[in-house]
Protein backbone atom coordinates (compact mmCIF):
# COMPACT_ATOMS: atom_id res chain seq x y z
CA UNK A 1 0.00 0.00 0.00
CA UNK A 2 1.00 3.63 -0.74
CA UNK A 3 1.85 5.10 2.46
CA UNK A 4 0.89 8.52 2.13
CA UNK A 5 -2.72 9.41 3.43
CA UNK A 6 -3.75 11.40 0.30
CA UNK A 7 -7.00 12.01 1.76
CA UNK A 8 -5.51 13.47 4.56
CA UNK A 9 -3.10 15.37 2.37
CA UNK A 10 -5.70 16.80 -0.13
CA UNK A 11 -8.22 17.68 2.14
CA UNK A 12 -5.09 19.54 4.51
CA UNK A 13 -4.79 23.15 5.20
CA UNK A 14 -0.96 23.43 3.69
CA UNK A 15 -2.23 22.31 0.59
CA UNK A 16 -5.79 24.63 0.26
CA UNK A 17 -3.26 27.11 0.77
CA UNK A 18 -0.81 26.12 -1.38
CA UNK A 19 -2.86 25.49 -4.30
CA UNK A 20 -4.09 29.50 -4.14
CA UNK A 21 -0.40 30.54 -3.75
CA UNK A 22 0.05 28.28 -6.68
CA UNK A 23 -2.47 29.90 -9.13
CA UNK A 24 -0.91 32.98 -8.67
CA UNK A 25 2.62 31.63 -8.76
CA UNK A 26 1.79 29.54 -12.26
CA UNK A 27 0.24 32.65 -13.45
CA UNK A 28 3.83 34.72 -13.30
CA UNK A 29 6.07 31.95 -14.27
CA UNK A 30 4.72 30.82 -17.40
CA UNK A 31 3.91 34.64 -18.36
CA UNK A 32 8.18 35.56 -17.36
CA UNK A 33 8.81 31.89 -19.42
CA UNK A 34 7.09 33.17 -22.35
CA UNK A 35 8.20 36.66 -22.44
CA UNK A 36 11.73 35.25 -21.80
CA UNK A 37 11.70 32.28 -24.50
CA UNK A 38 10.85 35.35 -27.03
CA UNK A 39 14.13 36.70 -26.72
CA UNK A 40 16.02 33.86 -27.27
CA UNK A 41 16.28 30.67 -29.77
CA UNK A 42 14.60 28.12 -28.09
CA UNK A 43 15.13 25.51 -30.38
CA UNK A 44 18.93 25.86 -30.71
CA UNK A 45 19.39 26.32 -26.72
CA UNK A 46 17.54 22.98 -25.86
CA UNK A 47 19.65 21.05 -28.29
CA UNK A 48 22.70 22.69 -27.40
CA UNK A 49 21.49 21.37 -23.77
CA UNK A 50 20.45 18.14 -24.73
CA UNK A 51 24.22 17.48 -26.43
CA UNK A 52 26.28 18.94 -23.64
CA UNK A 53 24.08 16.66 -20.72
CA UNK A 54 23.99 13.55 -22.90
CA UNK A 55 27.79 13.75 -23.32
CA UNK A 56 28.38 14.67 -19.85
CA UNK A 57 26.78 11.96 -18.54
CA UNK A 58 27.80 8.81 -20.75
CA UNK A 59 31.65 10.48 -20.16
CA UNK A 60 31.31 11.40 -16.07
CA UNK A 61 34.12 9.07 -14.98
CA UNK A 62 37.03 11.19 -17.10
CA UNK A 63 35.31 14.27 -17.05
CA UNK A 64 35.27 13.39 -12.66
CA UNK A 65 38.63 12.85 -12.67
CA UNK A 66 39.17 16.06 -15.15
CA UNK A 67 37.34 18.00 -12.68
CA UNK A 68 39.33 16.72 -9.72
CA UNK A 69 42.29 17.43 -11.24
CA UNK A 70 41.75 21.13 -11.89
CA UNK A 71 39.75 21.95 -8.70
CA UNK A 72 42.96 20.54 -6.93
CA UNK A 73 45.07 21.90 -8.89
CA UNK A 74 43.92 25.37 -8.20
CA UNK A 75 44.05 25.06 -4.19
CA UNK A 76 40.19 23.69 -4.18
CA UNK A 77 39.67 20.74 -1.62
CA UNK A 78 37.78 17.75 -3.09
CA UNK A 79 36.28 15.07 -1.67
CA UNK A 80 34.16 12.39 -3.75
CA UNK A 81 31.32 10.28 -1.05
CA UNK A 82 30.36 7.54 -2.56
CA UNK A 83 27.01 7.74 -0.60
CA UNK A 84 25.28 10.02 1.84
CA UNK A 85 26.55 8.59 4.94
CA UNK A 86 29.94 9.45 3.70
CA UNK A 87 29.26 12.76 2.51
CA UNK A 88 27.90 13.76 5.85
CA UNK A 89 31.08 12.57 7.60
CA UNK A 90 33.32 14.87 5.20
CA UNK A 91 31.26 18.00 5.76
CA UNK A 92 31.12 17.51 9.68
CA UNK A 93 34.51 16.80 9.83
CA UNK A 94 35.34 19.81 8.20
CA UNK A 95 32.33 21.72 10.37
CA UNK A 96 33.22 22.33 14.51
CA UNK A 97 30.65 21.44 17.06
CA UNK A 98 28.82 24.59 18.20
CA UNK A 99 29.29 26.89 15.32
CA UNK A 100 27.03 28.72 12.99
CA UNK A 101 26.71 28.12 9.89
CA UNK A 102 24.84 30.45 7.06
CA UNK A 103 23.61 27.93 3.83
CA UNK A 104 21.68 28.62 1.03
CA UNK A 105 19.51 26.30 -0.94
CA UNK A 106 20.92 23.27 -1.63
CA UNK A 107 19.24 19.85 -2.99
CA UNK A 108 22.49 17.70 -2.27
CA UNK A 109 22.74 18.43 1.34
CA UNK A 110 18.93 17.77 1.84
CA UNK A 111 19.36 14.37 -0.32
CA UNK A 112 22.05 13.27 2.13
CA UNK A 113 20.13 14.53 5.37
CA UNK A 114 23.24 16.89 6.38
CA UNK A 115 20.77 18.81 8.08
CA UNK A 116 19.31 16.15 10.64
CA UNK A 117 23.30 15.77 11.72
CA UNK A 118 23.07 19.31 12.93
CA UNK A 119 20.69 19.27 15.42
CA UNK A 120 21.87 20.07 18.90
CA UNK A 121 25.43 20.29 16.84
CA UNK A 122 25.43 23.82 15.09
CA UNK A 123 22.95 26.66 14.32
CA UNK A 124 21.80 26.57 10.47
CA UNK A 125 21.12 29.75 9.25
CA UNK A 126 18.79 29.47 5.93
CA UNK A 127 19.90 32.71 3.94
CA UNK A 128 17.35 31.69 0.51
CA UNK A 129 14.28 34.09 1.24
CA UNK A 130 12.19 31.13 0.48
CA UNK A 131 14.14 28.73 2.91
CA UNK A 132 14.66 31.19 5.36
CA UNK A 133 10.26 31.75 5.04
CA UNK A 134 10.33 27.43 5.63
CA UNK A 135 12.60 27.31 8.44
CA UNK A 136 10.92 30.18 10.25
CA UNK A 137 7.32 28.48 9.77
CA UNK A 138 8.78 25.02 10.46
CA UNK A 139 7.55 23.63 7.30
CA UNK A 140 9.15 21.80 3.70
CA UNK A 141 9.86 23.03 0.66
CA UNK A 142 6.85 22.40 -1.60
CA UNK A 143 9.27 23.29 -5.15
CA UNK A 144 12.88 23.14 -5.94
CA UNK A 145 13.03 26.88 -6.92
CA UNK A 146 10.42 28.84 -5.14
CA UNK A 147 10.06 26.49 -1.99
CA UNK A 148 7.65 28.44 -0.04
CA UNK A 149 5.37 28.64 -2.49
CA UNK A 150 2.94 27.52 -0.67
CA UNK A 151 2.78 29.97 2.04
CA UNK A 152 0.51 33.01 2.41
CA UNK A 153 2.39 36.17 3.19
CA UNK A 154 0.06 36.72 5.87
CA UNK A 155 1.39 33.81 7.65
CA UNK A 156 5.23 35.11 7.43
CA UNK A 157 3.69 38.26 9.36
CA UNK A 158 2.38 36.56 12.19
CA UNK A 159 5.50 34.16 12.18
CA UNK A 160 7.82 37.07 12.37
CA UNK A 161 5.80 38.67 15.13
CA UNK A 162 5.45 35.82 17.12
CA UNK A 163 9.53 34.55 16.95
CA UNK A 164 11.18 37.47 16.59
CA UNK A 165 8.89 40.01 18.91
CA UNK A 166 8.73 42.26 15.71
CA UNK A 167 5.70 43.54 13.35
CA UNK A 168 6.02 43.68 9.53
CA UNK A 169 3.53 44.44 7.13
CA UNK A 170 1.67 41.90 5.21
CA UNK A 171 3.68 43.84 2.03
CA UNK A 172 6.25 41.36 -0.01
CA UNK A 173 8.74 44.42 -0.13
CA UNK A 174 8.75 44.92 3.65
CA UNK A 175 9.10 41.25 5.00
CA UNK A 176 11.91 40.76 2.26
CA UNK A 177 13.07 44.08 3.73
CA UNK A 178 12.67 42.86 7.40
CA UNK A 179 14.69 39.42 6.38
CA UNK A 180 17.44 41.17 4.57
CA UNK A 181 18.58 42.93 7.68
CA UNK A 182 18.11 39.96 9.82
CA UNK A 183 20.41 38.01 7.33
CA UNK A 184 22.68 40.09 7.12
CA UNK A 185 23.76 40.48 10.68
CA UNK A 186 23.99 35.90 10.91
CA UNK A 187 26.07 36.36 7.64
CA UNK A 188 28.86 38.82 8.86
CA UNK A 189 29.33 36.87 11.77
CA UNK A 190 29.48 33.56 10.76
CA UNK A 191 32.96 31.44 9.82
CA UNK A 192 31.24 28.97 7.46
CA UNK A 193 29.42 29.39 4.12
CA UNK A 194 27.16 26.05 3.52
CA UNK A 195 26.14 26.23 -0.42
CA UNK A 196 25.09 23.51 -3.00
CA UNK A 197 25.99 23.98 -6.64
CA UNK A 198 24.08 23.72 -10.17
CA UNK A 199 26.86 23.26 -12.48
CA UNK A 200 30.95 22.13 -12.23
CA UNK A 201 33.08 23.21 -15.58
CA UNK A 202 35.70 20.00 -15.72
CA UNK A 203 38.17 22.86 -16.75
CA UNK A 204 37.92 23.87 -13.08
CA UNK A 205 35.32 26.42 -12.52
CA UNK A 206 32.17 25.88 -9.75
CA UNK A 207 28.87 27.57 -10.41
CA UNK A 208 26.52 29.08 -8.24
CA UNK A 209 23.18 30.26 -9.20
CA UNK A 210 21.12 33.04 -7.57
CA UNK A 211 18.87 36.26 -7.58
CA UNK A 212 18.85 36.99 -4.32
CA UNK A 213 22.69 38.21 -3.59
CA UNK A 214 22.90 35.52 -0.40
CA UNK A 215 24.95 33.02 -2.08
CA UNK A 216 27.47 35.65 -3.56
CA UNK A 217 27.55 36.77 0.51
CA UNK A 218 27.67 33.14 1.87
CA UNK A 219 30.43 31.89 -0.48
CA UNK A 220 32.90 34.84 0.07
CA UNK A 221 32.25 36.51 4.05
CA UNK A 222 32.88 33.30 6.15
CA UNK A 223 36.27 32.17 6.31
CA UNK A 224 35.34 28.81 5.18
CA UNK A 225 32.73 27.51 1.98
CA UNK A 226 31.77 23.99 1.65
CA UNK A 227 30.02 23.10 -1.58
CA UNK A 228 27.61 19.87 -1.34
CA UNK A 229 26.88 18.78 -5.20
CA UNK A 230 25.93 15.92 -6.81
CA UNK A 231 28.76 14.13 -9.39
CA UNK A 232 26.08 14.66 -12.16
CA UNK A 233 26.67 18.31 -12.10
CA UNK A 234 30.18 18.44 -14.15
CA UNK A 235 29.90 18.99 -17.99
CA UNK A 236 32.89 19.69 -20.09
CA UNK A 237 33.91 23.24 -21.07
CA UNK A 238 32.96 26.53 -19.22
CA UNK A 239 30.78 27.71 -21.89
CA UNK A 240 28.90 24.56 -21.43
CA UNK A 241 28.32 25.48 -17.82
CA UNK A 242 26.93 28.83 -19.19
CA UNK A 243 24.70 27.51 -21.66
CA UNK A 244 22.93 25.74 -18.77
CA UNK A 245 23.56 28.66 -16.60
CA UNK A 246 21.03 29.97 -19.02
CA UNK A 247 18.66 27.32 -19.29
CA UNK A 248 18.50 27.06 -15.46
CA UNK A 249 16.88 31.03 -15.74
CA UNK A 250 14.73 30.56 -18.60
CA UNK A 251 12.88 27.42 -17.52
CA UNK A 252 13.63 28.06 -13.77
CA UNK A 253 12.16 31.38 -13.12
CA UNK A 254 11.26 32.80 -16.64
CA UNK A 255 14.16 35.31 -17.06
CA UNK A 256 16.48 35.26 -19.44
CA UNK A 257 19.55 35.21 -17.20
CA UNK A 258 20.26 34.60 -13.58
CA UNK A 259 21.02 37.55 -11.63
CA UNK A 260 24.05 36.55 -9.98
CA UNK A 261 26.44 33.71 -11.65
CA UNK A 262 28.92 33.36 -9.05
CA UNK A 263 31.97 31.42 -10.63
CA UNK A 264 34.46 29.95 -8.09
CA UNK A 265 38.03 28.91 -9.15
CA UNK A 266 40.20 28.71 -6.43
CA UNK A 267 39.65 30.44 -2.87
CA UNK A 268 40.31 34.24 -2.50
CA UNK A 269 43.53 35.09 -2.96
CA UNK A 270 46.07 38.22 -3.85
CA UNK A 271 49.90 38.40 -4.62
CA UNK A 272 50.15 42.02 -4.17
CA UNK A 273 52.53 42.10 -1.16
CA UNK A 274 55.86 41.48 -3.08
CA UNK A 275 54.37 39.49 -5.44
CA UNK A 276 53.85 36.20 -2.69
CA UNK A 277 50.81 34.32 -3.01
CA UNK A 278 48.27 34.69 -0.19
CA UNK A 279 44.79 32.93 0.60
CA UNK A 280 42.16 34.28 1.80
CA UNK A 281 42.35 37.99 1.17
CA UNK A 282 38.59 39.70 0.84
CA UNK A 283 37.26 36.46 0.52
CA UNK A 284 36.87 32.41 1.81
CA UNK A 285 40.14 30.84 2.64
CA UNK A 286 38.64 27.65 2.41
CA UNK A 287 37.39 25.95 -0.32
CA UNK A 288 35.54 22.54 0.42
CA UNK A 289 34.04 20.59 -2.79
CA UNK A 290 32.27 17.43 -1.52
CA UNK A 291 31.19 15.54 -4.72
CA UNK A 292 28.34 12.75 -3.87
CA UNK A 293 27.49 9.79 -6.15
CA UNK A 294 25.08 8.20 -3.84
CA UNK A 295 23.30 6.51 -5.96
CA UNK A 296 24.17 8.18 -9.43
CA UNK A 297 26.66 5.65 -10.74
CA UNK A 298 24.43 3.00 -10.41
CA UNK A 299 21.55 5.09 -12.22
CA UNK A 300 24.18 5.02 -15.39
CA UNK A 301 24.94 1.91 -15.09
CA UNK A 302 21.32 0.71 -15.00
CA UNK A 303 20.48 2.75 -17.70
CA UNK A 304 18.46 5.29 -16.19
CA UNK A 305 21.26 7.92 -17.26
CA UNK A 306 18.69 10.24 -18.80
CA UNK A 307 17.00 11.03 -14.87
CA UNK A 308 20.61 12.64 -14.13
CA UNK A 309 20.21 15.37 -17.51
CA UNK A 310 17.90 17.10 -15.07
CA UNK A 311 19.14 21.07 -13.93
CA UNK A 312 16.63 21.19 -11.47
CA UNK A 313 14.97 24.03 -13.22
CA UNK A 314 11.24 22.59 -11.69
CA UNK A 315 9.46 23.49 -15.06
CA UNK A 316 7.80 20.24 -15.25
CA UNK A 317 6.29 20.41 -11.56
CA UNK A 318 4.17 23.59 -12.30
CA UNK A 319 2.29 21.62 -15.26
CA UNK A 320 2.50 18.23 -13.60
CA UNK A 321 -1.46 17.22 -12.96
CA UNK A 322 -0.27 15.35 -9.69
CA UNK A 323 1.65 17.99 -8.07
CA UNK A 324 -0.69 20.71 -8.40
CA UNK A 325 -2.93 18.56 -6.20
CA UNK A 326 0.09 17.44 -3.41
CA UNK A 327 2.85 19.16 -4.00
CA UNK A 328 5.78 17.73 -2.40
CA UNK A 329 3.95 14.83 -1.33
CA UNK A 330 4.69 13.64 -4.74
CA UNK A 331 8.18 12.32 -3.79
CA UNK A 332 11.21 12.09 -1.47
CA UNK A 333 14.12 14.77 -1.57
CA UNK A 334 13.66 15.50 -5.28
CA UNK A 335 9.96 16.23 -6.47
CA UNK A 336 8.21 15.31 -8.82
CA UNK A 337 8.48 11.54 -11.34
CA UNK A 338 12.02 12.33 -11.77
CA UNK A 339 12.34 12.88 -8.12
CA UNK A 340 10.62 8.96 -8.09
CA UNK A 341 13.31 7.79 -9.84
CA UNK A 342 16.23 9.00 -8.06
CA UNK A 343 14.39 8.07 -4.82
CA UNK A 344 14.34 4.47 -6.00
CA UNK A 345 18.02 4.26 -6.65
CA UNK A 346 18.95 6.44 -3.54
CA UNK A 347 16.59 5.11 -1.08
CA UNK A 348 15.40 1.88 -2.47
CA UNK A 349 12.02 0.36 -4.48
CA UNK A 350 9.67 0.43 -1.25
CA UNK A 351 10.46 4.35 -0.45
CA UNK A 352 9.40 4.96 -4.21
CA UNK A 353 6.77 3.01 -4.08
CA UNK A 354 5.31 4.73 -0.91
CA UNK A 355 6.42 8.62 -2.54
CA UNK A 356 4.12 7.93 -5.57
CA UNK A 357 6.16 5.62 -8.15
CA UNK A 358 2.10 4.94 -9.34
CA UNK A 359 1.08 8.29 -9.08
CA UNK A 360 2.13 9.54 -12.61
CA UNK A 361 -0.69 9.61 -15.40
CA UNK A 362 2.01 9.28 -17.93
CA UNK A 363 0.42 12.54 -19.59
CA UNK A 364 4.14 13.81 -20.88
CA UNK A 365 3.20 17.57 -19.92
CA UNK A 366 6.65 17.34 -17.88
CA UNK A 367 8.09 16.24 -21.37
CA UNK A 368 6.73 19.13 -23.11
CA UNK A 369 7.94 21.42 -20.71
CA UNK A 370 11.21 20.09 -19.90
CA UNK A 371 13.99 22.18 -21.71
CA UNK A 372 16.16 18.82 -22.10
CA UNK A 373 12.88 16.93 -23.02
CA UNK A 374 13.18 14.28 -20.25
CA UNK A 375 10.96 11.12 -20.83
CA UNK A 376 10.06 11.11 -17.11
CA UNK A 377 6.74 9.14 -17.76
CA UNK A 378 8.97 6.22 -19.88
CA UNK A 379 11.35 6.28 -17.22
CA UNK A 380 8.51 5.85 -14.16
CA UNK A 381 7.08 2.82 -16.61
CA UNK A 382 10.61 1.04 -16.89
CA UNK A 383 10.78 2.04 -12.57
CA UNK A 384 7.42 0.07 -12.36
CA UNK A 385 8.67 -3.04 -14.30
CA UNK A 386 11.26 -2.69 -11.82
CA UNK A 387 8.94 -2.56 -8.36
CA UNK A 388 6.99 -5.15 -9.89
CA UNK A 389 9.59 -7.53 -9.73
CA UNK A 390 10.67 -6.48 -6.52
CA UNK A 391 7.01 -7.69 -5.15
CA UNK A 392 5.57 -3.85 -4.67
CA UNK A 393 2.20 -3.80 -7.22
CA UNK A 394 -0.63 -1.38 -6.52
CA UNK A 395 -3.65 -3.55 -4.84
CA UNK A 396 -5.86 -2.01 -8.09
CA UNK A 397 -3.17 -3.77 -10.54
CA UNK A 398 -2.73 -6.74 -8.27
CA UNK A 399 -7.30 -7.06 -8.68
CA UNK A 400 -6.90 -6.28 -12.51
CA UNK A 401 -4.09 -9.60 -12.89
CA UNK A 402 -6.30 -11.70 -10.40
CA UNK A 403 -9.57 -11.26 -12.82
CA UNK A 404 -7.53 -11.53 -16.12
CA UNK A 405 -5.92 -15.04 -14.64
CA UNK A 406 -9.62 -15.60 -13.46
CA UNK A 407 -11.88 -14.43 -16.34
CA UNK A 408 -9.64 -13.50 -19.01
CA UNK A 409 -10.20 -9.61 -18.57
CA UNK A 410 -9.64 -7.02 -16.10
CA UNK A 411 -12.92 -6.29 -15.48
CA UNK A 412 -13.35 -9.61 -13.15
CA UNK A 413 -16.59 -10.27 -14.98
CA UNK A 414 -17.99 -11.83 -18.09
CA UNK A 415 -18.10 -8.99 -20.75
CA UNK A 416 -21.17 -8.79 -22.51
CA UNK A 417 -22.37 -6.64 -25.85
CA UNK A 418 -24.26 -3.44 -24.08
CA UNK A 419 -23.32 -4.05 -20.68
CA UNK A 420 -20.75 -1.60 -19.11
CA UNK A 421 -18.83 -3.60 -16.46
CA UNK A 422 -19.09 -2.53 -12.73
CA UNK A 423 -15.37 -1.93 -12.50
CA UNK A 424 -13.52 -0.38 -15.37
CA UNK A 425 -10.22 0.02 -13.71
CA UNK A 426 -9.58 3.60 -15.78
CA UNK A 427 -9.17 5.76 -13.35
S1 LIG B 1 12.99 17.11 -15.40
FE1 LIG B 1 13.33 18.76 -16.89
S2 LIG B 1 11.77 20.32 -16.37
FE2 LIG B 1 11.88 18.89 -14.63
S3 LIG B 1 13.32 19.87 -13.20
FE3 LIG B 1 14.52 18.47 -14.51
S4 LIG B 1 15.24 19.71 -16.24
FE4 LIG B 1 13.62 20.88 -15.23
Given at each position: MVNLDLKKTLTSERTKTGKKAFKTAFANYTSNRSQALKKIDEKALKEQLKKIKEYSISNLDDLKKKAIANLKEQKIQVFIAKDAKEACDIALKHIPKKETLVKSKSNTVEEIGLLEKFKGRNEVIETDCGDFILQLCSDQAS??????????IEKIAKEIKEKYKDKVENNPEKIVEWINKFLRKKILNANIGLTGANVISSDGAIFILENEGNISLVSRIPKKHIIVTGIDKIVPTYQDAMTICQACAVWG??????TYINVISSPSKTA???KELVYGAQGTKEVILILVDNGRSEIIKQGF????????????LYFCPIYRQVFDKYGFHYIGGRGIGMTLFQEGVKKAFDSG???????KLCKENCPLEIDIPELVRKLRKMSIKKGHETPVNEKMMENIRA?????GEEVKDGKIPKELFCC
Open positions: HPVTPALHIPTGATLPDVQGELLHCINCGSCLYFCTTCMGNPF
